[in-house]
């Protein structure tokens, strides 16, 4: 890298200081708009007792589920266990610690976490096991409870397009997630489709401006389709 450019050339140095033990942010909804290639990587290196923090950990075989396989996951929250037959194994046999949190709120907490706000109230979850032994207050008559925000070691976003400031745009199912995970890192790499030069994308268009990116890398996808729906 030199200067403002953030565009590095292996996923070895886009994950360079990803160290075991440490919590990862993945932006994504299921297998749509996951940093596949950032995910592989991790795979590859063998990193361990991570925390995971996605809307559900893919599938078998695929996506984050692919980290579940050595046991590189320790714990994972998330708001769907999703259809993920590995999943739901070592959740059942303690194997894996599964903190599940409303999908709203996962959203909101790691927003709130990219925005330096380190909790907040919400009526979600109020009367439910997930409000369990969380601060409660009333607001105008109504019981909230307090959720604390998310902010990770690293971030793990998929872009449509992104400058070499980092300047990026997202496309369809890869608005879920993406943008409130890359400003929740304390090192963001954007894995993207398109690499484009500064001031290609009008500023009217960036949806996660570069100063919150600290690595990019041009990605390569199988774009898998969880489930397939084709019509009779």
């Known amino acids: ?3 403002f450019d953030k565009v590095v050339d292996s996923y070895e140095a886009a994950l360079a200081g990803l160290e075991d033990g440490m919590t990862v942010i993945a932006g994504g909804f299921g297998l749509c ?3 596949e290639g950032l995910i592989a990587e991790i795979k590859r290196q063998g990193k361990n007792a991570l925390t995971v923090v996605s809307n559900n950990c893919g599938v078998d075989g695929f996506g984050l589920g692919v980290l579940l396989e050595d046991k590189q996951i320790k714990k994972m929250i998330a708001s769907y266990v999703g259809e993920n037959a590995l999943f739901e194994q070592q959740l059942l046999n303690g194997d894996l610690d599964v903190e599940l949190t409303p999908q709203g709120t996962l959203a909101e907490k790691m927003r709130a976490g990219g ?3 380190p909790a907040f109230f919400t009526a979600t979850g109020v009367g439910t096991m997930v409000a369990e032994g969380k601060p409660h207050k ?3 008559g109504r019981e909230y409870v307090m959720e604390e925000s998310i902010t990770g070691d690293f971030a793990i976003v998929k872009a449509w397009k992104a400058d070499r400031f980092g300047n990026c745009v997202y496309r369809h199912t890869a608005m879920n997630f993406n943008p409130m995970a890359a400003t929740a890192g304390k090192i963001t790499v954007v894995e993207v489709e398109e690499l484009v030069e500064p001031g ?5 268009e960036i949806h996660t401006p570069g100063i919150y990116v600290d690595r990019v890398i041009l990605g390569h996808f199988e774009k898998r389709i969880e489930k ?3 019509r009779g």
């Not at 290609?200 to 009217?204: N, T, V």
């Open 1 to 3: 890298m030199a200067g």
């Open 228 to 230: 397939r729906m084709v």
């Open 200 to 204: 290609d994308i009008a500023p009217s």
């Open 33 to 35: 708009g996951i940093p």
């Open 138 to 140: 009333m607001f105008q």
């Open 115 to 117: 925005a330096g706000i």
